[in-house]
């Protein structure tokens, strides 16, 4: 069992930066694979960046070269730099931790980019 809490969302204005972060506890987080995934209103969640136990690391077209993804095995916590923010950003953010078979989702942290 993996318990996930996210932090760091907030208003925040067009071409401005967030770091969120996951704090995970309850299992051994350096195994899991480690993801971002995003849900705007009206729309289904999308997946924004995964990082794997070695550290390799994935992104949507729309966050390439924005967002950076990483994590701290030693503190149990994931990452996600948001720079040159975007009012399509908008959404809630949500990590997620996978290891096959079982999968753990936080509950979201609120980011709104708006002037």
């Known amino acids: 069992q993996v318990q996930l809490v996210e932090s760091g969302g907030g208003l925040v204005q067009p071409g401005g930066s967030l770091r969120l972060s996951c704090a995970a506890s309850?299992?051994?987080?350096?195994?899991?694979?480690m993801a971002w995934y995003r849900q705007a209103p009206g729309k289904q969640r999308e997946l924004v960046a995964t990082?794997?136990?070695?550290?390799?690391?994935k992104y949507a077209d729309s966050v390439k070269g924005r967002f950076t993804i990483s994590r701290d095995n030693a503190k149990n916590t994931l990452y996600l730099q948001m720079n040159s923010l975007k009012p399509e950003d908008t959404a809630v953010y949500y990590c997620k931790a996978e290891r096959n078979p079982y999968i753990y989702w936080g509950q979201g942290t609120q980011v709104t980019v708006s002037s």
């Open positions: 990082i794997s136990s070695g550290h390799s690391t």
């Open positions: 309850g299992s051994i987080f350096s195994i899991y694979v």
